[in-house]
């Protein structure tokens, strides 16, 4: 098979590529082996990922919702101390506890010190903190492109239909190198609150993450993301949004999800 990111057929292809990284919990949907390369494979969990997850924004909604990487390690989540003057970090770990700590290491001192000398204090740490449109946009035209692999895999097609497809070499683009366009925009709403519980055969479960496409009356491709309850939209066949918000205003305002 030919990689469906770079389009060369000679590399090695030996793992299989997370459609939602292992680090927001997904396990179950991945792509097979021999659709993306190990060198994209690569450059997409350190280049397209990581910058995402690394965000404060994920880094907290990870870490309060004790969702482990693949080590098994759950990020910390990044506070502030105003009476120390520093940035804490809060760490959650299956056999410790919570524990605290300064941020940086050059903090220690400041930080222990205040803890010492006071009887109670208080520690800031944002439910929601500002996340590079750039960065959220590739992670999801990444995420989209390989949905739609995925469904082609599943209804038996061959998956170098993406690459023959000119309406797709926009976002392949944006994904792997990100130069350009100089903005592709994501549409973003809360449809549920994060750590809501559902039902199912008297069965009660969280969704921590979930997905589909959205086909337009006007033949427009839209990615849907779920992600904790918030909704990341993305159009694949190019940078705007208004087909989807025309969409929202049809529909009552109801997710494609549901
Ligand atoms: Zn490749």
Redesign the pocket.
Known sequence: MR??????SD?P?RSVEHIIPESLGNTEHVLPRGV??????N?LARKVEKPLLDSIHFMNLRGRNVVPNKRGMVPPQYGFCPGAGTPVGIQFSSTEGLSIGAWDEADDEPFVKYILGSSKGCVLVPLEARIDERVLARFLGKIGYEILAQRLIAANLDVDALSEQPELALLRRFVRQGDVPDRWPVHRRRIYREGDSFQDDGQSYEVLHEYTLLCTDQIEIYAIVCLFGEEFVINLGGPSIEGYERWIANNQGRSPLY
Do not use: G, S
Not at 3 to 8: A, S, V
Not at 36 to 41: A, E, G, I, K
């Open positions: 990689c469906i990111f770079c389009l060369e590399r292809a993306v390369c190990d060198l994209c494979n450059y």
